[in-house]
DNA sequence: GCATGATCATGC
DNA sequence: GCATGATCATGC
């Protein structure tokens, strides 16, 4: 064997042998064709390159070494290089995982140490054909974990509530329940109802992925236990990286709201913590917090977010937390009676887009899917935003099949041309459609080629009210 | 007072 | 130039 299968370190060397390389030009020949096809490349890689048998077993790939392998597509962006999609470890198994803790779920047990290899997808091409362009090992940072153990104890605490049917990849970080399945409609039985939910795996968020992208491109490498590896490391594993210029990732420059483990209190999960650095300034009008927080008077779009930011803790940059976890910060300002001033809108429908779409894959489902996190602000007698209350959010099962039904009658609308009867506000269905553009003179195309105004998701003011008291 | 349509301001 | 968050204007 060209690797040692108990050392993740010689592993990692002989996968990175394929850096700049796809997997056919690695291996030369004829490559049997029951690999071809989608989602076949990571079992070709088993099999075809690492000598060894797939299999779906609860244990890692490589069982003495504790590695899994995992095989993930890139995109090109302007920006350069990002993660396509989110990464799907094992399936959920309702009936078992609620049974034991973190440390022996099937999770943890099957992935904490992964060897990723990212390839870059491109349009009509095989799978044998991508070419690698990151491969490292790979296992999470302390102050990331914390985060996904909270996370994998919610997903448990719900299967042990019966409520296996509610997940939602909003109900978590960077670990998200995620449909999988033939046409995502399979379905599971689960062990403290007798509703059958739809089979989910774990995964990571896109979002996250671009951080660990980002970290491997801007030279960090994989370290533990480093010195212990090298000592068993032969030359025949010292594989130097070829000399390729990657671009560093653009992403913007984010600050950790939690600095250390330490600032954790006890039981405390990451979004206790952050609702505790917020209950210090409920009640303070914007101006006090402006002034209390030592912020530059700042700009009218961004004030908000700015406050936010600066009571987390973070300084400059984004919030990294909320980045990785894709988590939609939305501020809500309440008249003094309590009602909202206005409803949340969300991003333009595309015409061209939503007559293709299906609903698991539709902008709308992936936005409503979202951890949301409210900043809640409302007015005083004297007409003075006051900070009210924040909370973290994601919608609930039931109130997704409304918005499903009503994305189908939008698609529906649309694919017949029909611009004039979107379900509207009066009609208290949760979301609703209206224009949105620069003047009503700014339009976009249409699927038959006409011109029609802008417009964007809704959700309803009343339905908002409704969520946060 | 609310529904609906329209537009402004900012930043990428 | 355009998307997005914020806000205004009008009429029932």
Redesign the pocket.
């Known amino acids: 064997m060209p690797y040692d299968k108990s050392n993740p370190k010689s592993i990692e060397a002989y996968a990175k042998r394929l850096l700049e390389k796809s997997l056919r030009e690695a291996i030369g020949g004829n490559i049997v064709q029951k690999y071809s096809g989608k989602g076949k490349l990571g079992q070709a890689l088993e099999d075809l390159y690492f000598n060894y048998t797939p299999n779906s077993k609860a244990e890692p790939d490589f069982p003495e070494a504790g590695v899994e392998l995992k095989t993930t597509p890139l995109k090109k962006i302007r920006k350069g290089l990002v993660s396509k999609e989110r990464l799907v470890f094992n399936i959920i198994d309702f009936n078992e995982e609620y049974k034991w803790g973190f440390i022996k779920s099937s999770f943890w047990k099957k992935n904490h140490l992964l060897l990723l290899m990212f390839f870059l997808h491109e349009q009509d091409k095989l799978d044998l054909d991508y070419i690698f362009k990151i491969i490292t090992l790979w296992e999470f940072p302390a102050e990331d974990l914390k985060i996904i153990k909270d996370d994998w104890e919610k997903i448990v605490s719900k299967i042990k509530a019966g409520k296996a049917h509610e997940l939602s990849e909003g109900d978590t970080l960077y670990l998200g329940a995620c449909p999988k399945g033939a046409n995502k409609g399979s379905l599971r039985k689960q062990p403290f109802s007798d509703t059958m939910a739809m089979q989910r795996a774990f995964s990571l968020k896109s979002k996250y992925l671009n951080f660990i992208i980002e970290r491997y491109l801007a030279g960090e490498r994989f370290k533990i236990n480093q010195k212990n590896y090298e000592k068993v490391l032969g030359n025949d594993y010292n594989v130097s990286e070829p000399n390729v210029k990657y671009k560093k990732l653009d992403l913007?420059d984010v600050e950790p709201a939690v600095k250390s483990i330490k600032d954790y209190k006890e039981g405390e999960t990451f979004e206790d913590l952050i609702t505790r650095r917020f209950s210090k300034y409920y009640g303070k009008s914007e101006k006090e917090l402006i002034n209390e927080l030592g912020l530059n008077k700042s700009?009218?779009?961004?004030?908000?977010?700015l406050i936010a930011r600066s009571i987390m803790g973070v300084k400059t940059g984004k919030i990294e937390e909320f980045e990785k976890a894709d988590v939609?910060m939305?501020?809500i300002?309440l008249?003094h009676?309590g009602?909202l001033?206005?409803?949340?809108?969300?991003?333009?429908i595309q015409f061209k887009e939503i007559i293709n779409e299906e609903w698991e894959e539709s902008f709308w489902f992936n936005t409503l899917t979202k951890r949301f996190f409210f900043v809640i602000f409302q007015k005083d007698t004297a007409g003075e935003l006051r900070l009210k209350k924040v909370m973290f959010w994601t919608m609930p099962a039931n109130d997704l099949q409304i918005a499903k039904a009503f994305w189908i009658d939008t698609r529906g609308k649309i694919r017949n041309d029909d611009y004039?009867h979107?379900i509207?506000?009066?009609?208290?269905r949760i979301c609703?459609?209206?224009?949105?553009?620069?003047?009503?003179?700014?339009k976009?195309q249409t699927p038959t080629g006409r011109m029609e105004?802008?417009k964007?998701y809704w959700l309803?003011?009343?339905y908002i009210k409704q969520v946060i008291s």
Not at 424 to 428: A, H, L, M
């Open positions: 913007d700009k009218a779009k961004s004030k908000f977010y939609e939305k501020t300002r008249e009676s009602t001033q206005q409803s949340m809108s969300f991003g333009q004039t979107f509207k506000i009066s009609d208290k609703h459609v209206r224009p949105k553009g620069r003047n009503s003179k700014d976009m105004k802008k964007c309803n003011s009343s």
